[in-house]
């Protein structure tokens, strides 16, 4: 199988990393607290770009070097690849997809903490959009979070939605819920013998 893996969401919570570390800057700058902390990312508040760049420069590199993979991720992605599965990581993560210092730099400890995560994979794709990857890869599965995403994603392969607060009211045809990464293994194992 050829399965393609999202990072923010899915490797990471970065949900929980943006709300406890959004919560402290809206404390710090006196500004007002969440418009609505179920929706996906920054949308949780009506900030100015100038607001959302600033809690970025304070935040977002400290995110990326240092929030750890979810539990169990590696272990499973490990046993994927040994079962003889192809293993794509797309991600559309802030900067990556940009020809500038940010994009190079976001790149780079994106691919370093792959590696200090120990997270196996086969290739990795910096995309705008990810729909490219997944016909061209031939993915079987895609494990998403984004509720932005997903209802296109559906219409080109099947998507293992990773649970998340802002995409709980998601329930789409060509779609799985999960919940932890064992349970995307099961569920990987009841998905081949289904297809």
Known sequence: MNIGIDIDG???NDDDYIMDTTSKYVFEH???SFENP???E???FNWTREILDDYRKEYFWN???NEPARKYASEIIRKLKEEGNHIYIITSRHYT????EEGERTRRIIRKWLKENDILYDEIYFS???????DE???DVMIEDSPETIPTFVKHTHIFCYDCRYNRDMNLDNMTRVFSWYDIYMKIQDFKNNN
């Open 10 to 12: 899915v490797l990471t």
């Open 63 to 65: 995110y990326m070097e």
């Open 30 to 32: 006196k500004l007002e």
């Open 42 to 44: 920054y949308r949780k």
């Open 128 to 134: 705008p959009d990810k729909t490219k990857e997944i």
């Open 97 to 100: 997809t940009e020809d500038t």
């Open 137 to 139: 890869l031939k993915i």
């Open 38 to 40: 179920y929706k996906y």
